[in-house]
């Protein structure tokens, strides 16, 4: 009996780093095939040619999706939306798989979304039904959610918003967020092993900063940014920064280069193109606090029993465990939320994410469905109260 194809779309460091644990058990499993199409920040060397990342992991990539523009113009974006759909419609046609996997709310995710929608393929959709306010994402988001057929979603309230969407009952799956499986499997390293990794000698206390543009909101990412730079200089040298940087998002690489600049000229800071899954999570199991505006604050960060300062409106939506402190972009309220935050005991935080096995859950579902082809027309399920 042939193995059942299973393709995975993964365009950037944090979106593959979600799925790893499931591509690992769909690799493992004798019954299925895994097809991996990498797409976006995984090709481009700007961003760290972070494919090689899912070679040297002991994956195939089985075909590779040349989408982005060196522009992070709102016009560059979306023609880089353009050539992704062009050509993730060619390598779906060559690979044909039986389901097509896709995580979270990217552009490039929508792109190949739509490419498997009108060649009739089946898309479980990973991470649905959360909403986040100040970006664009929110709404790239829900409308993968009506083109999927599939939903593992993260939380019962991300739950009920993909049922409140028209999507059926019987389709919606609460496993909680796959980026936690990474954290109970991985053996972490410890803080002298963690600095030589990177370079980088820890300071009595240490923040991990990351910061993406806000799409919507009325302030540019660059003024937000500066604040925040603003309110970490009030800290001075004695307090360790860690920064990662921002995705392939509109204005991102203005941000870039700030951080560039910012830790030239600042002898305690160090930024990364990309830290790998790792490092990453070891960083986050040794700094003080989490800054920034990324969902891995509210996501990944309660499970290590830190605090997480949140910025803006970018998650704004998302549940959040009592360890987050949310504020304005502004500095003087986020230098606040940061000296609030190194006095915080989150000890006994729980993380409404989940308990680090969707994975498996994920796979469970996928191999009991015998035949995917049957959800291809789908219906709307109303709520009730329509005449």
Known sequence: MPKRKICIVTGTRADYGLLYWLMKEIQADPDLELQIIATGMH????????????????????????????????????????????????????????????????????????????????IAHIAGGDTTEGAFDEAIRHSITKMAHFHFVTNEVAAQRVRQLGEAHECVFTVGSPGLDQIRQLKLLNRDELEIELGFNFKQQNLLVTFHPATLD???ASEQFHELLSALSS?????????????????????????????????????????????????LSHVDVVVGNSSSGLYEVPSFKKPTVNIGDRQKGRIQAASVLNCEPLAVEIAQ????????????????????KSSPRILSVLKQITDYEPFLKKHFHDMGGLK
């Open 235 to 283: 800290f001075g040298p004695d307090v360790g920064i860690i920064f990662t940087k921002p995705n392939a998002d509109t204005g991102g690489r203005l941000l870039i280069k700030l951080i560039d600049e910012y830790t030239a000229t600042h002898p305690n800071t160090k930024a990364f193109t990309s830290l790998g899954q790792l490092r990453y999570l070891s960083t």
């Open 43 to 122: 090709l481009s060397p700007e961003f760290g040619s972070t494919w090689r990342v899912i070679e040297e992991d002991g994956f195939t990539i089985d075909a590779k999706v040349e989408m982005l523009l060196s522009s992070d113009t709102p016009v560059g974006i979306a023609k880089s939306i353009g050539l992704g759909v062009i050509g993730c419609a060619e390598s779906l046609d060559r690979l044909r798989p039986e389901i097509l996997i896709l995580l979270g709310d990217r552009f490039e995710i929508l792109a190949a979304a739509q490419a498997a929608l009108v060649a009739r393929i089946p």
């Open 337 to 356: 939320a940061i000296r609030s935050s190194f006095t915080m005991d989150c000890k006994g935080g729980v993380n409404p994410y989940g308990d680090g």
């Open 218 to 220: 009325q302030k540019s």
